[in-house]
Structure formats: structure tokens, C-alpha cells
């Protein structure tokens, strides 16, 4: 390489070849740590993206389930968590569309997840409205239960594709990532090859300049001293070039650190999701607490147990589960050979009193040898190799349940304050869910102690009732001696009153009957004509006394059904259509289609406001209030009727208007299917 500049210029050019140098370097340096950055910054993006999702799941089930909570106990302080959970849910909405926002994809199925959660807000806002006025058959409609669970489904399908578009990204973030750190690593140290390169190449065309000036031997010695400078530079600058090395691969390591972060985070809620879905699932506790030790037995545990707190104090283990099932029947036969110390100053005992957690990051050899009972049991203890253990109380309403037992060992997993957080919380899902079940258990009690004693009740009334029938009927026929009008009159009278005391006896009958789940359905081919005939017989004494007439008009078609609770069915409608018309007519119509068969009963009476026309239903309510009502009446009849229409494959429906009379359908099938 030959230079054909002066001496001056040519030393000032080659001044400015580090200089150039140093800049390319730095600036090639500069942008390739911003890609990386950028990268990184993508990288957390999905992994809040992801969280962010898996929240708002978890939130809308806690919804759901504080949505549930009140439906069965019809308190408001369950309603809490649901209100709770409905502001963080509008909270993650807002994160996942400020996350989203530059995928047009992503924003799409956001759209679409808080539609559904909208929508089945809305549906549970609808339940917790029909609790709150009482309208319990409607919370209980299998219908609106099914709308609930599709919204859901759909709200978790919604979901589920969000995260897998977003974990498709993540992966190929982390590529880019990883390319990211490999080629910057890469360039800076070609640039550094090709900075030595250089060098080298100035020095050999220096040298040779410095031959053809024989007679510039001090400014040949000038640039070599300026060489030797530029040298140093260049040293410094590779040594710091190794150092912006050694911090990108720092850099590097922290991000590897924080992904595993993130995905034990990940881990966690996923955990915490699936275990309230099984919580959720049944209201038998027994069979959901063993599903969510499994559920935690090898996710964060290799041990895990579950203790309860038995009415009479006593403290009982009611799952015990391992990553190996064939030790689970071993560790249940060493309890039993050493049965726990729940009076001690520590384990779960101590835990269940206190309703404080306990949590042994390291255990000892030492810890080990205290806590054995003898030889051969330390022998035991040190042969399952536990490293580490947690027991947490399992809270609900201030109410120490049970305690939740985990235990690392064949794994070395060591338990620090994030799986404490964790198992809390596992816990309390898991108490919340037993607590319910207790709850609903004691409702079923109680009710079946209603209809217990409703049916006792109406039985010790029907002996002194027949009683009392039995000798009016005496009495009528003269066996005592001829009776004058006004005797006769009121033994009519006493008749009337016993025949409408023993309807109402009927009618709790029923409806212990139907609330118990005692009643049986017969079905046999009948005539519907006949069916309505003999109702109307067994009525037109009551029309007759209010001057009322009874028709009849439609068709007659032959069903499969039980004859006798289609009777009681139309005897209850027109009893309560004579009961509250006090003038004009009462007319039954029947109309046959393909599959069913309609009967409706209008009258011409009081009828009855848009607001009560399904309370009309509900057991023991009526339309006039006790303190007014001119008529009896136990509020069964329509109640029971409903139910035996349902009972037969049907339905009742109601039409009214105050002051313009009533229209009750009975919707029948031709045959039962």
C-alpha cells in the first residue's frame, strides 16, 4: 500500500482513522443494544399479556363464584368479591388493550372477551336481581344455568386463543432475542477484528511512507508516536468493547432470570385457575380437595394433605396424595403406626388453633431427630428426604376449617415467601369451597325438616278432621233423631268447612310430597274430556254458590299422562278462578297439536299485576295480603300445580290484566318421550 500525500496531510488523515473507527463501532454498538432492548421489551409485553388474561379468568370465576355464594345464601356480604372481582376484570381490560393495541388480531379477540364478559355480567347481574325479590325458581331455571355456563365457556375459549396467539409471539420474541444478543455479540467483535485489521494496514502503509521520506525521520518518529497512541486507544477501546460484552450478557442473564419468574408466576395462576375450577365443579368437598392435591402434587409439591376440623373438634386428614401413588397407602399406614401430635407446639394442629401458617424453608437432619418418636421412626423421616414444608390454615367467614400440608422432597424444592403466597391462597379457595358445601347442606336440612314437619302436621290434622266428618254425616242422616232446618244448616256448614279444611291439609300434603321428592308419577291412557268433567263436578258446587257459570269448549284428545294430577291441576286453577270471581263465567278450552295439548281456565275476576305474575307461583304468597284478603287459602295451589304440571312433562303460564280476569295454559304432552 503506497500514499501519495504530503507528509502533513497524510499524517492527519491517518489521525482520523481511529476516530472513524471508534464512531462505526460505537454507533454499530448503540443500535444493535437497542434491537436487543426492543426485544426484551416484546418479550415482557406477552408475558403481561399472559398474566394480565390469566387474571381476568381467575377474576371472572371469583365472580362467579361470590355470584353463587349469595344465590344460596341470599347474604350480601358474598357479593363482595364479586364486586371486587368485576372492577379488577374492567382493570385488566384496559391492560390488555393498552398491551394489545399495535396487534390488530390480538385487539379482535379482546373485543370478543369483553363482549362475553359483558354478557355474562349481565346474566349474573340478572340472577342476583331475581334473588334479591325472591324469584328463586327463576335463579334455579336450568335455562338460564346453561346461558351462564355457555358465556362462560365461550369466555374461557376466548381467552385460551388470546394466550396461545400470544405465547406463538412470545416464542418467536425470544428467538429474536436470543438473535438479537448473538449478532450484536457477533458485529462488535468483527468491528474490533476489523479495527486491529485497519490498524494494521496503517502501520504497513505508514512504514512504507516513512521509507520513501528519508529525509522526515522526525516526522517519522512523530507518527509513530501518534501510531503508538492511536494503538493505546485502540486497546482501551477493546477492552471496553469486552466490557459492553460482559454487561450484554448480564443483561442477558437477568432477562433469563425474569422469564423464570414470570413463568412460575404463569405456573401459579394456572394453578390457582384450574383449582377453582374443581372447587367449583361439585358441592361434594371430599372428592374436589382430593382433585386439588393432585393438582398441587407436583406442580409446587411432591407431599400434599389435607386436614378438616370435625364438628366435635376433632382434627381428621381427609386427603393425603403424592407423585407416587403407591406411597399414599405407605404414608397412611406410617400415620396410623405414629399418629400426629395435634396438641403440639407446632404442625397443624398449632396451625388450626392459631389460624397462623407455618413454613420450613430447610429442614434439618436436627429437625428431623426432634421430632421422631424413636429409632426406627427418624430411620423413616430420613428416607423420605424432606427439604421443605409449609402448613396453612384454611380460612373462611373467620372460620379455621382444616389446614393444607405441603411438603418438597425428591425435587429439593425450596419454600420461600411466593409459594407461602400461593398456598394461602390455594387454601382459602379450597375453605371458601368447603364452606359453601357445609352451607348448602344445612339448607337442604332445614328443608327437609320443613317438609318433615309439614307432613306430620297435615296427617295428625286428617285423624280429628275424618273424625269430625264422620259425625256430621251421622248426625245429618238422623241417627239421633230428626234434625230442624237451621240444624241442617249448620251441619252443611260444619261439612263445608271440614271439606275446605281437608283441600288445604291436601294441598301441604303435596307439597311436601313434591319438595321431598316422594311423588310419583302414574301414567296411564285417560281422556281429557273425562279429566275435565270430573273437575268440574267436584267444583260446581262452589260456582253454583256464587251464581257463576262453568263452560267447557275444545278438543278432546287422548293422553298418556297421570289422570290424577291433571285432575288436581285443573282443580286447583278453577278452584282459585271461582275464588276470585265474584260475577260472569269461567271457561275451560282445550286445543290438541302435533306433540301437546293446551288447557286454559279464564275467568272474569280481580286478575292480577304484571309485577306478581310470577310470584303467583311461589310457595305460600297470594295475591291478596294477609291483613286485607277477603278469600282462603294456603298459597300452595298454584305452587303445587306447577310442579305437578312439571312433574308430568309440562308447564303453566299466566295471562292477566287487573280488573279484566285471568288465563291460566296447562301445557301437556301427548306422551311423555
Same mark, same amino acid.
Request: aromatic share 8%.
Given at each position: 500500500m503506497r500514499l501519495s500525500l504530503p507528509g502533513a496531510a497524510q499524517r492527519r488523515l491517518l489521525a482520523l482513522v481511529p476516530v472513524i473507527l471508534v464512531v462505526l463501532v460505537g454507533a454499530l454498538t448503540y443500535e444493535r443494544s437497542r434491537l436487543v432492548v426492543a426485544d426484551v421489551r416484546e418479550v415482557e409485553r406477552s408475558h403481561e399479556t399472559l398474566e394480565a388474561s390469566g387474571s381476568l379468568l381467575t377474576r371472572a370465576i371469583d365472580a362467579e363464584t361470590g355470584q353463587r355464594a349469595y344465590l344460596l345464601i341470599?347474604?350480601?356480604?358474598?357479593?363482595?368479591?364479586?364486586? /371486587?372481582?368485576?372492577?379488577?376484570?374492567?382493570?385488566?381490560?384496559?391492560s390488555l388493550r393498552e398491551l394489545t393495541r399495535r396487534d390488530a388480531a390480538q385487539m379482535a379477540r379482546l373485543n370478543t372477551i369483553e363482549q362475553l364478559v359483558n354478557q355474562r355480567f349481565s346474566l349474573l347481574d340478572s340472577s342476583i336481581e331475581q334473588r334479591r325479590i325472591g324469584r328463586l325458581n327463576v335463579v334455579r331455571d336450568s335455562v338460564s344455568q346453561?346461558? /351462564?355456563?355457555?358465556?362462560?365457556?365461550?369466555?374461557? /375459549?376466548?381467552?385460551a386463543a388470546l394466550q396461545a396467539q400470544e405465547r406463538s409471539l412470545l416464542s418467536e420474541r425470544r428467538a429474536a432475542e436470543q438473535r438479537g444478543v448473538t449478532t450484536a455479540t457477533i458485529l462488535i467483535i468483527l468491528a474490533a477484528l476489523v479495527a486491529?485489521?485497519?490498524?494494521?494496514?496503517?502501520?504497513?502503509?505508514?512504514?512504507?511512507?516513512?521509507d520513501d521520506q528519508h529525509k522526515a525521520n522526525v516526522d517519522l518518529r512523530r507518527v509513530n508516536e501518534d501510531l503508538e497512541r492511536q494503538s493505546g486507544q485502540l486497546e482501551e477501546q477493546a477492552v471496553e468493547m469486552e466490557s459492553q460484552a460482559a454487561e450484554l450478557e448480564a443483561t442477558s442473564e437477568d432477562l433469563r432470570s425474569t422469564n423464570d419468574a414470570l413463568s412460575r408466576t404463569t405456573q401459579a395462576a394456572e394453578l390457582l385457575s384450574d383449582a377453582s375450577r374443581v372447587l367449583s365443579s361439585t358441592l361434594d368437598y371430599e372428592k374436589t380437595l382430593e382433585a386439588v392435591a393432585q393438582l398441587a402434587v407436583g406442580e409446587i409439591s411432591d407431599w400434599c394433605a389435607v386436614d378438616l376440623v370435625d364438628p366435635d373438634g376433632a382434627i381428621r386428614q381427609v386427603v393425603v396424595a403424592h407423585i407416587d401413588g403407591a406411597k399414599i397407602k405407605w404414608a397412611k399406614e406410617l400415620r396410623e403406626r405414629y399418629p400426629p401430635d395435634h396438641a403440639g407446639p407446632t404442625g397443624v394442629g398449632q396451625v388450626i388453633r392459631t389460624g397462623r401458617p407455618e413454613i420450613y424453608p430447610d429442614i434439618t437432619d436436627e429437625m428431623l431427630a426432634a421430632s421422631a418418636r424413636d429409632a426406627d421412626h427418624l430411620d423413616i423421616l430420613r428416607e423420605l428426604r424432606f427439604k421443605s414444608a409449609l402448613v396453612v390454615p384454611m380460612i373462611a367467614r373467620g372460620r379455621t376449617l382444616g389446614a393444607l400440608t405441603l411438603v418438597s422432597g425428591e425435587k429439593g424444592r425450596h419454600y420461600g415467601d411466593a409459594e407461602l403466597a400461593l398456598a394461602m391462597e390455594l387454601a382459602t379457595r379450597s375453605a371458601l369451597a368447603i364452606d359453601n358445601a357445609q352451607l348448602y347442606r344445612s339448607a337442604l336440612a332445614a328443608s327437609e325438616a320443613k317438609s318433615a314437619f309439614l307432613a306430620t302436621m297435615s296427617h295428625e290434622l286428617r285423624t280429628p278432621l275424618n273424625a269430625i266428618i264422620g259425625y256430621q254425616s251421622l248426625l245429618k242422616e238422623g241417627i239421633d233423631g230428626p234434625l230442624s232446618d237451621a240444624q241442617l244448616a249448620h251441619l252443611n256448614r260444619i261439612r263445608a268447612s271440614a271439606d275446605h279444611l281437608l283441600s288445604l291439609i291436601?294441598?301441604?300434603?303435596?307439597?311436601?310430597?313434591v319438595e321431598a321428592g316422594k311423588e310419583v308419577v302414574q301414567r296411564e291412557d285417560v281422556s281429557l274430556r273425562s279429566v275435565i268433567d270430573q273437575a268440574i263436578t267436584m267444583i260446581t258446587p262452589l260456582a253454583e254458590v256464587k251464581g257463576?257459570?262453568?263452560?267447557v269448549e275444545g278438543d278432546d284428545p287422548q293422553l298418556f299422562t297421570d289422570g290424577g294430577k291433571v285432575r288436581q291441576i285443573l282443580l286447583n286453577l278453577l278452584s282459585n278462578a271461582i275464588k276470585f270471581t265474584d260475577s260472569g263465567e269461567v271457561v275451560i278450552r282445550s286445543r290438541a297439536y302435533e306433540k301437546t295439548v293446551e288447557v286454559s281456565v279464564a275467568d272474569t275476576g280481580i286478575g292480577i299485576?304484571?309485577?306478581?305474575?310470577?310470584?303467583?307461583?311461589?310457595?305460600?304468597?297470594?295475591?291478596?295480603?294477609?291483613?286485607t284478603r277477603k278469600v282462603g287459602g294456603t298459597g300452595l295451589g298454584l305452587s303445587v300445580s306447577r310442579t305437578l304440571a312439571q312433574l308430568v312433562g309440562g308447564d303453566i303460564r299466566v295471562e292477566s290484566e287487573p280488573g279484566? /280476569?285471568?288465563?291460566?295454559?296447562?301445557?301437556?304432552?301427548?306422551?311423555?318421550?
Open positions: 341470599g347474604d350480601e356480604t358474598f357479593l363482595q368479591p364479586y364486586k /371486587g372481582a368485576r372492577a379488577d376484570i374492567q382493570q385488566l381490560l384496559r346453561l346461558r /351462564g355456563k355457555e358465556k362462560m365457556d365461550q369466555l374461557r /375459549g376466548a381467552v486491529v485489521l485497519l490498524s494494521a494496514l496503517i502501520n504497513i502503509a505508514i512504514s512504507r511512507a516513512l291436601d294441598e301441604v300434603l303435596t307439597f311436601s310430597r257463576l257459570t262453568v263452560r299485576a304484571a309485577e306478581n305474575l310470577e310470584r303467583i307461583f311461589d310457595p305460600f304468597w297470594q295475591v291478596e295480603q294477609r291483613s279484566k /280476569g285471568s288465563t291460566f295454559t296447562l301445557t301437556l304432552p301427548v306422551r311423555q318421550a
